[in-house]
């Protein structure tokens, strides 16, 4: 059964500092790989995916995530975070079923 | 396109009383999900549909849950009879080839069962 791990609950962090948020997968093959983004009240968005080839990718807002095939690991990183960033951030994966997701981590932007 | 539409957005309802959720997915899109989020469970998926058949629907709580896709564009969950523990955000999302793309999800409804 494929599962998402998201070990960080909440997370401060000032305005214009890098953020990583991490995220850790269990599938028995390479799944594929999302981060969503949920504003309060809104739905999921989509930032970025990962299907196959290049580990890196670019999503929107400046986002971008790294594969770890090793680590089992695809955590999000921004280099200089804004303050409209502040929403909470959902890792999920899949294979051949729907999308699983983790328990989501809240991120806090201190001016 | 308008997105994944969903109604009502707030639902609020007495213990006992049938809910009907509502889903129009994106035109196109041959899947349909329902998730529900809480904040003890978090995002769970309910069932979904492929081409308006009902694949997996192993994440349905109980009986008292029933969803339906009569066509490819129009989805409802019900829920009869209703209980407090059924309060949460429900989601619909769609995807266009395969459970296995990114899905678009619609701005959920909020049920709050008294």
């Known amino acids: 059964a494929q599962s998402v791990t998201q070990p960080d609950i909440h997370i401060t962090v000032s305005e214009g500092a890098s953020l990583e948020l991490r995220c850790n997968y269990s599938?028995?093959?390479?799944?594929?790989l999302f981060w969503y983004v949920q504003s309060p009240g809104q739905g999921l968005q989509l930032l970025l995916k990962?299907?196959?080839?290049?580990?890196l990718v670019q999503g929107i807002k400046g986002f971008e995530a790294e594969f770890k095939r090793s680590q089992s690991s695809f955590n999000l990183r921004k280099p200089s975070v804004h303050w409209s960033d502040a929403a909470e951030y959902f890792c999920a994966c899949t294979g051949r079923r729907a999308l699983t997701f983790g328990s989501g981590t809240r991120l806090q932007v201190q001016p | 396109d308008a997105g994944v539409i969903q109604s009502p957005r707030h639902e609020v309802t007495e213990m006992g009383q049938e809910v009907t959720l509502r889903c129009k997915p994106i035109?196109?899109?041959?899947?349909l999900f329902w998730y529900r989020q809480t904040m003890m469970r978090g995002l769970e998926l309910l069932i979904y549909f492929n081409n308006n058949v009902p694949i997996d629907d192993s994440g349905m709580p109980e009986d008292r849950f029933s969803a339906k896709m009569p066509n490819a564009s129009f989805s409802t969950l019900k829920i009869q009879p209703s209980e407090p523990r059924d309060s949460a955000v429900y989601f619909c999302?769609?995807?266009?080839?395969?459970?296995?793309?990114?899905?678009?999800f619609g701005q959920g409804t909020r049920l709050t069962v008294v």
């Open positions: 035109s196109g899109h041959d899947y």
């Open positions: 999302a769609s995807s266009l080839t395969g459970a296995s793309t990114e899905a678009f």
């Open positions: 599938y028995g093959a390479t799944p594929y």
């Open positions: 990962y299907f196959s080839g290049d580990t």
